[in-house]
């Protein structure tokens, strides 16, 4: 692993999208949890990420993450803060990037869910990468949709806990 990965704050930063959740930490955390396998899981997930060479394309270890030893497709979890933060990080032939969420209190019942992007995309086909990725929309709308799913999964009445 190169060392600008080690370290996520040496990685250019991208963008950062919140949204806010009426549930408490711990049904976030899980949420996310459940809303990454869902995401990154599925078979169109796993082929993307071969195709582009990730260093993890499976699906693999403990839910919800555990640093150091949970895999989704195109990602390995080297934060697991439970009910507070998961950085996940990752590589590929025309990128390297992390995924930080990050869960603040926003009043009683309530959670602000932040995911942060950082990356870079060295050479010439890193940066056709960064036209098609970010140029395009396309992060920005999978990033919300998955943030939108972590909210509804989240806010369903089953998962509340009775007080």
Same mark, same amino acid.
């Given at each position: 692993?190169?060392?600008?990965?080690?370290?996520?704050?040496?990685?250019?930063?991208?963008?950062?999208h919140?949204? +806010?959740i009426?549930?408490?930490a @711990? @049904? !976030?955390?899980?949420? +996310?949890? @459940?809303a990454?396998?869902w995401?990154? %899981? /599925?078979?169109g997930? !796993?082929r993307? =990420?071969?195709? !582009?060479?990730?260093?993890?394309?499976?699906?693999?270890?403990? /839910?919800?993450p !555990?640093?150091? %030893?949970?895999?989704?497709p195109?990602?390995? =979890?080297?934060?697991?803060?439970p009910?507070?933060?998961?950085?996940?990080l990752?590589?590929?032939?025309? %990128?390297s990037?992390?995924?930080?969420?990050?869960?603040?209190?926003?009043?009683?019942?309530?959670?602000? &869910?932040? =995911?942060?992007?950082?990356?870079?995309?060295?050479?010439?086909?890193?940066? &056709?990468?960064? &036209? &098609?990725?970010?140029?395009?929309?396309m992060h920005?709308?999978?990033t919300?949709?998955l943030l939108?799913?972590v909210?509804?999964?989240? @806010?369903r009445?089953?998962?509340? %806990?009775?007080?």
């Amino acid at each position: 692993m190169d060392a600008p990965m080690r370290r996520r704050g040496q990685l250019p930063f991208v963008d950062e999208h919140t949204i +806010l959740i009426e549930a408490d930490a @711990e @049904e !976030v955390w899980w949420a +996310l949890a @459940e809303a990454l396998d869902w995401a990154f %899981s /599925r078979p169109g997930a !796993v082929r993307y =990420a071969k195709l !582009v060479g990730c260093a993890d394309h499976t699906a693999s270890g403990p /839910r919800p993450p !555990v640093e150091g %030893s949970t895999t989704f497709p195109g990602f390995r =979890a080297v934060t697991a803060i439970p009910a507070r933060e998961l950085t996940l990080l990752g590589r590929h032939r025309f %990128s390297s990037y992390t995924w930080t969420f990050r869960l603040d209190a926003a009043g009683p019942g309530r959670i602000r &869910l932040r =995911a942060e992007t950082r990356a870079t995309f060295p050479g010439p086909a890193g940066g &056709l990468y960064r &036209l &098609l990725a970010l140029g395009t929309g396309m992060h920005v709308k999978l990033t919300r949709r998955l943030l939108t799913t972590v909210r509804r999964q989240a @806010e369903r009445p089953w998962r509340k %806990s009775s007080a």
